[in-house]
Nanobody, 128 residues
Framework: QMQLVESGGGLVQAGDSLRLSCAVV????????MGWFRQAPGKEREFVGG????????KSADDMKGRGTISRENTNNTGTLQMNSLNTEDTADYYC?????????????????????WGPGIQVTVSS
């Protein structure tokens, strides 16, 4: 059974950077696309960014472009979300998720319903 665990969240100040990590446990292959989502209090869950199985394709949400970088390391089944120039609107619970894909399809998956496995989420709070 595949499990995901996020780490690296916490309280930061506006303008700071933060790096979130996602460990994929219980699965040896890299035949999945990885996505990052967030949900702020009172708001719906939204796509932050995603990366294809080979790390050759990435996509960031519009408000994360230029501030966020998504990467993954298939040798140890981990993914990261690097966020820079954080502001208070980035305050949310962040989730990593994986969607099975058929290699060599490099697709970046965005739709939440396509993700099968989700981490428990990790809180990021940005103070002004």
């Amino acid at each position: 059974q595949m499990q995901l665990v996020e780490s690296g969240g916490g309280l930061v100040q506006a303008g700071d950077s933060l790096r979130l990590s996602c460990a994929v446990v219980g699965h040896r292959n890299s035949d999945y696309a990885m996505g990052w989502f967030r949900q702020a209090p009172g708001k719906e869950r939204e796509f932050v960014g995603g990366i294809g199985w080979s790390a050759g394709t990435q996509k960031s949400a519009d408000d994360m472009k230029g501030r966020g970088t998504i990467s993954r390391e298939n040798t140890n089944n981990t993914g990261t979300l690097q966020m820079n120039s954080l502001n208070t609107e980035d305050t949310a619970d962040y989730y990593c998720a994986v969607a099975p894909v058929h290699r060599p399809n490099p697709v970046v998956v965005e739709a939440a319903w396509r993700f099968v496995y989700w981490g428990p989420g990790i809180q990021v709070t940005v103070s002004s």
